[in-house]
């Protein structure tokens, strides 16, 4: 069977100079995470990139079970970022707003990012990111972006009914099929670029373009936090990522990456 994502076809023409220029690629793994994290700790270059038709055991946030079919695209990155582990901490970002911009700009779609690590189309879910990191005190020894998007499959034939409800994917929002190695190809090169500039003008410059997606911000939210709940409404998103939320007794929350859920009312 002729796999569905070429690797040469694909650096064929890639424009970006670091990330892709390694691509590892399989039918199946557990997860691209866990398989990049091997990779980096063999030392990996910045840029390395780890892709599969299938995972078998996709994870998302706290240990949650990413479904990831054939047809989609599940890939990481590996990075070695210079910054700050909390600086660093804010590549999450840099992936929303890469894979907004391209689901966007090159494909046409309307989509909106969830705070602080989905992009959405028609409310649903069509991309997942998560962001993992390896710090030594003070230092990043290595990151690993994960994308998850639901392609080439319409979700009411491969995801259970609870998650069809909540999910969609690019077949179902454009009504046919596009080529995954061009999609990839177009991430690698969005994400390199967003992936400079939070190295060059840093996390704020980042978050003020990611929120030209935030279509929650001014609206009522519900937080969660652990066991805690809050409602309020979504005020900001600052530079260091942290979601500023107004409660009902007017005071401000400041809710941080990594340890939230967020559902409209
Ligand atoms: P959150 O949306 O809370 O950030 P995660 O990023 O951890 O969640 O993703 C895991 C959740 O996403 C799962 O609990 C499930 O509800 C949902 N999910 C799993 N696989 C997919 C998929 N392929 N497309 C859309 N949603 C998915």
């Known amino acids: 069977m002729t796999p569905k994502i070429r690797v ?16 590892l690629f399989c039918h199946e793994v557990g997860s691209t995470n866990d ?48 910054q700050h582990p909390l600086e660093a901490a804010g590549l999450v ?7 907004a911009d391209v689901l966007h700009d090159v494909y046409g779609l309307v989509v909106e990012t969830k705070w602080p690590n989905d992009v959405l189309a028609s409310g649903r879910k069509l991309c997942g990111i998560l962001c993992e990191m390896s710090t030594t005190g003070e230092k990043v020894g290595f990151a690993v972006i994960g994308i998850g998007v639901n392609v080439n499959f319409e979700v009411k034939e491969v995801f259970p009914k609870s998650l069809a409800s909540t999910a969609t994917s690019v077949k179902d929002e454009l009504g046919r099929a596009i080529r995954l190695e061009e999609l990839l190809r177009a991430l690698l090169e969005r994400l390199e670029s967003v992936y400079d500039l939070l190295s060059e003008r840093g996390l704020p410059a980042v978050i003020e373009k990611w929120k030209k997606y935030a279509s929650f911000l001014g609206q009522k939210i519900e937080v969660t936090s652990g066991n805690e709940k809050s409602r309020g409404l979504a005020l900001d998103v600052d ?7 107004k409660l009902g007794d007017g005071t401000v929350k400041r809710v941080h990456v990594g340890d939230v859920s967020l559902r409209r009312e």
């Open 8 to 23: 040469e076809k694909l650096q064929e023409g890639l424009l970006a100079k670091r990330f892709g220029k390694r691509i």
């Open 35 to 82: 398989w990049a994290k091997e990779l980096a700790k063999l030392g990996a270059v910045e840029g390395t990139v780890a892709v599969v038709e299938v995972q078998t055991a996709g994870h998302g946030r706290l240990g949650r079970k990413w479904v990831s079919p054939e047809g989609g695209l599940w890939f990481s990155v590996i990075l070695r970022p210079r």
């Open 239 to 245: 530079g260091d990522g942290a979601l500023l939320l």
């Open 93 to 99: 970002f840099v992936a929303g707003l890469a894979a």
